[in-house]
């Protein structure tokens, strides 16, 4: 055992560990450095506001408790963990430790997905190391996987559930039947959705993990505000009974690809997606990241994307690694994330789902039907089940493979017509395809 350590750490000693946040994951990490599996890593700091409540008993007196940034960042820490959240004041935080020569792991998708690329220059100029794979798919080493396992290819595409909230809500509106609000008060309940579910449900935070995953898995600089981003409030139940007569079900998808002409789309929203695939199994806080190459074709990554103790897993093998490269480079960190940001459009290109709300009355099909084909769209299938109440007649019709785009405008004139309850609702289907060159 002596000596499996002695080989293991670089000059002879162990990498001293800052934690900087002892929340859920904070306290994860904790128990990881705590736990003797890591002889490598040796925890000696652990910083928070109002540090006393914090303290727990399964953490060594050799450890320092403190509510100072400042000792936190002091001279015998060699590796510092942010896991604060949020930009503000963790960006400072995160550029302070770098700039005195410290290497940071974090766990932080927005400071990633909007200031990275300052990050891992300013990580460059003072030969640090700045990792992050946390940041997207908790306990998924998907970054990594992208960066070296998938590195001999070309990587043209990647499609993903990334974002847990989303797939409770979801699932739970599948299976047991729920309301979009009943499903959300659930989530809120069970801690699996923050008071203020925007950022999940709204779709910000799959962008900023989609625009992480584009930067590392596409080279392709994204930024996280230029993702269309569509919420999932709008499902509602019918959805399901609809999308399940077409043996699909619905998820939030966060897919970004390169197109034939080089032109990049980037989107998250809600899609139906084929019960039998990998996405249409995915429940709770599962995630699932495909990727598609030029040579290997797809490749999958599930695993949990969320909770303490996955995501802390993700985080000290983040500092193991640094740990092993002690001041040798990784070339390919993160090169992207330095880059200017590319030019990306949302209109996904796919068979879609549309469903109309209705006041029967004779023509309606046929009124659908003349708008599309104004449009150049073709219907694939219409679907009515029974037993709705005629003044509000749930119908969908499915759509041979053609832009998001296209399809809004279309749906913009329907809704004008006299039949129509609501505005109709359209969600794209996987598989997700490439536009068509224009001619
Ligand atoms: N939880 C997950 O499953 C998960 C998965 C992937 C990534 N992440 C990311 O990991 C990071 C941490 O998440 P978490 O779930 O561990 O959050 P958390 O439980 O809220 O922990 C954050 C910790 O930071 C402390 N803190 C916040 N602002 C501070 C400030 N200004 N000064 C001092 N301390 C401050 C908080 O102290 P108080 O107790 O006083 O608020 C808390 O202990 C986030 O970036 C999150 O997005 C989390």
């Not at 000290?316 to 940001?341: F, N, Q, Y």
């Not at 309850?421 to 068509?436: Q, Y």
Request: charged share 20%; proline share 5%; glycine share 8%.
């Amino acid at each position: 055992v002596e000596i499996d350590m002695v080989i293991n750490v670089p000059n002879g000693r162990a990498s001293r560990v800052a934690i900087v946040g002892f929340g859920t994951v904070g306290r994860s990490v904790a128990r990881i450095l705590c736990s003797n599996e890591v002889p490598q890593l040796q925890l000696t700091r652990i910083f928070n506001r109002g540090v006393a409540r914090k303290r727990v008993d399964w953490v060594p007196p050799s450890v320092a408790w403190t509510e100072s940034i400042d000792e936190a960042l002091a001279p015998d820490v060699d590796l510092v963990v942010e896991l604060v959240g949020g930009l503000e004041p963790a960006d400072g935080w995160v550029r302070r430790a770098l700039e005195s020569g410290k290497s940071v792991v974090t766990a932080n998708k927005q400071l990633i997905a909007h200031r990275g690329a300052s990050l891992v220059e300013l990580a460059d100029r003072c030969g640090c190391e700045l990792r992050f794979e946390a940041s997207v798919a908790g306990g998924v080493p998907v970054l990594r996987a992208l960066q070296d396992g998938l590195a001999g290819d070309r990587l043209v595409s990647v499609t993903g559930i990334v974002n847990g909230t989303c797939a409770y809500i979801l699932s739970r509106m599948e299976h047991a039947n729920l309301r979009f609000a009943d499903a959300l008060a659930e989530a809120q309940a069970a801690g699996f959705a923050e008071a203020d579910p925007s950022e999940d449900v709204d779709g910000s935070d799959a962008a900023a993990k989609l625009s992480i995953l584009s930067a590392i898995g596409l080279r392709l600089p994204v930024r996280a505000a230029d993702i269309a981003a569509r919420s999932i409030r709008p499902i509602e139940r019918v959805d399901f009974n609809y999308a399940f007569e077409l043996g699909r079900t619905i998820r939030q998808i966060a897919h970004a690809s390169v197109q034939p002409d080089g032109s990049v789309i980037a989107a998250v929203g809600p899609a139906l997606v084929p019960l039998d695939s990998g996405f249409g199994r995915v429940t709770g806080s599962e995630n699932l990241v495909t990727v598609r190459g030029i040579f290997g074709g797809e490749t999958s990554f599930l695993g949990s994307g969320a909770g303490g103790s996955p995501t802390a897993v993700a985080v000290v093998s983040d500092l193991l690694s640094i740990h092993r490269a002690w001041r040798r480079r990784d070339e390919h960190a993160a090169g992207p994330l330095t880059s200017a940001a590319r030019q990306v459009s949302g209109d996904i290109f796919a068979p879609h789902y549309v469903r109309f709300v209705a006041r029967d009355r004779t023509g309606i099909i046929a009124a659908v039907g003349s708008v599309f084909a104004r449009y150049g769209l073709n219907i694939d299938a219409v679907l009515q089940l029974p037993d709705y109440p005629k003044d509000r007649l749930p119908f969908v019709a499915t759509l041979e493979p053609c832009s998001d785009s296209e399809v809004r405008r279309a749906l913009a004139d329907i809704a004008t017509l006299d039949w129509v309850v609501e505005p109709p609702l359209s969600l794209p289907m996987l598989p997700f395809g490439a536009r068509r060159e224009a001619a």
